[in-house]
């Protein structure tokens, strides 16, 4: 095992019987759902930089893969919509970690009286290698976790998502993202990549890894900021870096008409003398009515005088036809 993963299994082990407020803080509120209650010490654990997730995308009859099950909240409100034994599955390499969040379930047990602990399956694995069958889940989830990988780990471990997920399915994935090349001194710290600081990606870097890993469609549904850090924190910096959070939903389908289709909020209006506006690729604008198209079928729908296109809010919420 690389020396950064090791690193990185020792600060989450020192996380798990040490809950640490300032690891990969997120102010995410958990979902406010009937007959949800999550146990306090799931709060203190909420280890991560954004969502992943939407409620509205669970289905009854989901298999769900949580990749680092932290302290269990994530797996505990996915377990609400399955409510049937493995229904999520949660991998994680760190021993201490799933003996914690085993014991979280077992409390959240005393006061959900519809959830079991059996609803999750908790298994030692890692995002590298996971132990699970391929083609065997419809939703993936991640959140602050693959940015500590170095480019080949995170090539891998994406690898993988692409491999367990059935076509069709689609990987919910939260990670810090940075707005300028980090010094690579900084990259190198071992403790700062472990908690979520020194590995982040540029926006178009981390797309374009998603993309090239085989997800056909990417939805951008937030991009919010999630943490400064400074040269007084990390001397290997020359100025402060104010960091970002991003969260991003991939979809394991073939590329659209215009190639990998990514959504980032932009729409298109049509506003001609026709009743709908249709082209060769399928899209179709009824008039006056704002839809939601990829950013490469904005560019192209653009250059039409008589359709007007919005730019991007990185709010996501519902792919179009393009």
Do not use: H
């Not at 298994?123 to 699970?132: E, I």
């Not at 994935?173 to 600081?197: G, N």
């Amino acid at each position: 095992m690389s020396t950064y993963l090791q690193t990185v299994e020792t600060v989450y082990a020192e996380a798990a019987t040490n809950p640490d407020a300032t690891l990969c803080c997120t102010e995410s509120p958990v979902w406010n759902l009937p007959d949800l209650r999550v146990p306090p010490i799931m709060l203190q654990m909420n280890y991560g930089c954004g969502s992943t997730v939407n409620p509205r995308d669970l289905r009854p009859d989901d298999t769900i893969l949580y990749v680092g099950v932290g302290g269990g909240l994530e797996a505990l409100q996915f377990a609400y919509f399955t409510r049937r034994s493995g229904g999520v599955i949660a991998v994680d390499p760190v021993a201490a970690m799933r003996d914690k969040a085993q014991a979280n379930f077992l409390e959240a047990a005393k006061i959900n009286p519809w959830f079991r602990p059996e609803f999750v399956r908790v298994l030692d694995g890692n995002a590298l290698k996971m132990p699970v069958e391929s083609n065997s889940v419809s939703v993936a989830a991640q959140n602050c976790l693959f940015n500590v990988f170095m480019q080949a780990d995170l090539e891998q471990a994406l690898a993988e998502v692409i491999r367990v997920l059935r076509p069709g399915g689609f990987f919910a994935t939260s990670d810090p993202i940075t707005p300028v090349a980090l010094p690579e001194e900084f990259r190198a710290d071992e403790i700062a990549r472990a908690r979520c600081l020194s590995g982040c990606q540029s926006f178009d870097d981390y797309l374009a890894t998603l993309v090239n890993a085989g997800f056909g469609r990417i939805d951008v549904r937030a991009r919010v900021p999630y943490r400064l850090v400074t040269p007084q924190e990390y001397p290997s910096l020359s100025e402060a870096v104010l960091l970002e959070s991003v969260e991003v939903v991939a979809y394991k389908v073939p590329d659209s008409f215009d190639g990998p289709a990514i959504y980032t909020g932009r729409m298109a209006i049509y506003g001609g003398p026709e009743v709908t506006f249709a082209d060769d690729s399928g899209v179709e604008l009824p008039r006056g009515i704002p839809v939601a198209v990829s950013d490469a079928a904005a560019v192209r729908l653009a250059r039409n005088p008589v359709i007007v296109v919005t730019g991007a809010t990185y709010q996501a919420r519902a792919g179009g036809c393009c």
